[in-house]
């Protein structure tokens, strides 16, 4: 992983970054992930904070309803996002 401007950022996403493919299922998913991490670890410090909590369970439904669409779709673009965004089991 790269760091870039405090982010993390995965080396596959800052060359589809540069060529401004925001709308790609990939890089959504990539985006939702990067929020719920910061979001997760938000919450073990506040763990009262239940608007919070509502919008990671927002976030993570919005992230699961698109790695559906794309197992869907693309059953091996799916493998490869998840294997490394590291979010799921195999």
């Known amino acids: 992983m790269k760091k870039k401007g405090g982010r993390k950022i ?3 996403m800052v060359k589809e970054e540069k060529e401004e493919n925001r709308g790609s299922v990939e890089f ?3 985006s939702f992930t990067n ?7 938000h919450l073990e410090l506040h ?4 608007s919070s909590e509502r919008g990671l369970r927002i976030l993570l ?3 699961r309803r698109l ?24």
């Open 28 to 30: 959504q998913v990539f």
């Open 47 to 50: 763990k009262k904070g239940f």
């Open 10 to 12: 995965l080396g596959f």
């Open 61 to 63: 439904g919005k992230r």
């Open 67 to 90: 790695l559906a669409y794309l197992a869907k779709k693309n059953r091996v673009r799916y493998k490869k996002l998840i294997s490394q965004l590291n979010i799921r089991e195999q």
């Open 35 to 41: 929020k719920i991490r910061r979001l997760a670890s």
